[in-house]
């Protein structure tokens, strides 16, 4: 009585294993970019209205830009707001101030030793308009970055870091 002896099931060949793996490895990271790309989108607050006169005046007095972008003013206005609860009105306060100050010379210290609630505010809307950047730390979002006024007031000469120059090379050629 001898047992008829099966031959072993073949083992799945390297090939298959490789591309199986790349598969869920595939399907996995695109999983993981969805989510990412999700959360980046809900992190940016979409100009879902204009901003006010207010803010644009207070906006062009602080930065000494007379043209600023209405896009990017609405952008920069709704995240400011989604970070402060109270930033529309005191934008009013700030404006006011600003108002019966004659102008924003001396502006900050003006505030500063009145310890006005909206002290605050002159730093904010100028580092929103020239960094793109709303918000501190762990909460901080980036709002824009080609029309911010730091890459916009030197566009002529250079252009914002991580975009592409020319050809390939062309970084190392002595700027003009």
């Keep these: 009585m001898s ?25 996995v990271a695109g999983n993981l970019g969805l989510e990412w790309s999700e959360r980046s989108e809900a992190a940016v607050p979409a100009a879902t209205e204009e901003a006010p006169a207010e803010f644009l005046s207070v906006s062009a007095q602080l930065t000494g830009v007379d043209n600023l972008s209405p896009s990017v003013a609405g952008r920069l206005y709704a995240a400011l707001v989604a970070d402060d609860g109270g930033f529309r009105d005191a934008v009013k306060v700030l ?6 100050a004659g ?6 210290q003006q505030l500063d030793a009145a310890q006005s609630a909206v002290a605050p505010l002159p730093r904010k809307i100028v580092t929103a308009w020239y960094t793109g950047i709303v918000g501190d730390g762990l909460h901080a979002r980036c709002i ?19 975009y592409s120059l020319g050809n390939y090379g062309a970084w190392a050629k002595q700027p003009v």
């Design 95 to 100: 404006a006011g101030f600003i108002v019966k």
């Design 144 to 162: 824009a970055y080609e029309d911010t006024l730091m890459n916009t007031t030197v566009a002529e000469h250079l252009q914002p870091q991580s």
């Design 3 to 27: 047992q008829e002896r099966k031959p072993p099931a073949a083992l799945p060949s390297v090939a298959r294993r490789r591309f199986m793996s790349g598969t869920v490895l595939g399907v």
């Design 103 to 108: 102008g924003v010379e001396d502006l900050q």
